[in-house]
């Protein structure tokens, strides 16, 4: 049975600065308020609680930081994940801070413990001297490891960028379009070149650029990439400024995408190119919110690690304050 993971409308991803305690409150009620709608009471009341620890957490130990929340949908199903991102002191020996009754600042020390008990799933990356990613997922799990951050440029409600990703289990599909500019406008382009992906999303990549191209000529246009995982076989084609790279432990390899505008006249017919992924590595798409100038040689512990993490380093460590921001992480 095919698996979906789609965004839901800008209301299902959302981000908190946590930068003093009134903040903390509030992520809590967002993060209930989404679980509500979503699960029964008890599993709500456990995503409020995790909520409320992370971002406490996140105060007291790292000077603040972010709080992501967002749903995944599977096939009817839900996935609710909040994600902590701090540049904070880091920690030395993970499992024993994680352990209950550790503590540094006088807590009673149960909160990573009791964030892994409570949640489905559960990841954790801390780097002395760089700082702490915590992923914490509710519901039923996605048949695809994958990780993805979507958010507005700050000062922005809708956010110009819009991706989508199906998998039928052995093979996956996703798209990533950057619409031209930033707000509504830009976010009607990328709805637009998105909802056509999600008619035929099995098409080879190029087909997917040239209907989305078509559908997108009546918006502003956009940037645009498209990809089909199919064993360690990756097809992709992509037109502007949206980067996608197949990144190992070893080696990385940029996938090609051609100058121009998805929808505009005078761009290009769009172009298909074929890479071989090695087993362990991930396939990274992300939009020019996202400085290019990353890369993961020096951090070969993500790859033991859920895509969301990197997702989330990647966002944290490159991200633009100044334009709509979009990590999407296959692994």
């Not at 903040?23 to 456990?46: I, L, P, S």
């Not at 799933?121 to 992923?135: A, N, Q, R």
């Not at 090609?256 to 890479?275: C, D, I, K």
């Not at 033991?304 to 990590?327: E, F, N, Q, S």
């Amino acid at each position: 049975m095919e698996a979906l993971a789609k965004p839901r409308g800008q209301s299902t991803h959302l981000r908190y600065v946590i930068d003093d305690d009134s903040k903390v409150g509030e992520a809590r009620r967002a993060a209930q308020a989404m679980a509500n709608f979503e699960f029964d009471a008890t599993t709500a009341g456990r995503v409020a609680i995790v909520a409320t620890e992370l971002a406490n957490n996140l105060i007291r130990h790292a000077g603040g930081g972010e709080l992501l929340i967002q749903t995944l949908g599977t096939n009817g199903t839900t996935t609710v994940e909040i994600l902590a991102l701090d540049r904070g002191p880091g920690m030395s020996d993970v499992e024993r801070c994680m352990a209950d009754g550790y503590s540094t600042r006088g807590t009673p020390g149960t909160g990573l413990g009791a964030v892994k008990r409570l949640a489905d799933e559960f990841d954790i990356l801390s780097t002395p001297g760089e700082g702490t990613v915590v992923m914490a997922r509710f519901g039923t799990g996605l048949e695809t490891r994958f990780g993805v951050i979507c958010v507005p440029m700050t000062g922005e409600i809708e956010c110009g960028d819009a991706w989508h990703l199906v998998s039928d289990g052995t093979r996956t599909a996703a798209v990533l379009i950057d619409g031209l500019g930033h707000g509504a406008f830009a976010a009607e382009a990328a709805r637009t070149g998105v909802n056509t992906f999600m008619d035929s999303p099995w098409l080879a990549p190029h087909l997917v650029m040239e209907s989305a191209g078509r559908s997108m000529s009546k918006t502003r246009g956009g940037a645009a990439a498209s990809a089909f995982l199919d064993g360690d076989a990756v097809s992709y084609s992509g037109v502007g400024n949206i980067s996608g790279v197949v990144v190992g432990r070893d080696k990385s390899q940029g996938m090609v995408s051609h100058a121009g505008t998805l929808g505009m006249p005078g761009t290009r017919r769009p172009q298909q190119f074929e890479y071989v992924r090695t087993p362990g590595s991930f396939v990274v798409m992300h939009s020019d919110g996202v400085s290019a100038r990353w890369n993961l040689r020096d951090r070969a512990a993500l790859f033991a690690h859920h895509p969301a993490l990197t997702a989330a380093v990647i966002y944290r460590d490159h991200g633009r304050d100044r334009d709509d921001a979009t990590v999407l992480v296959i692994g």
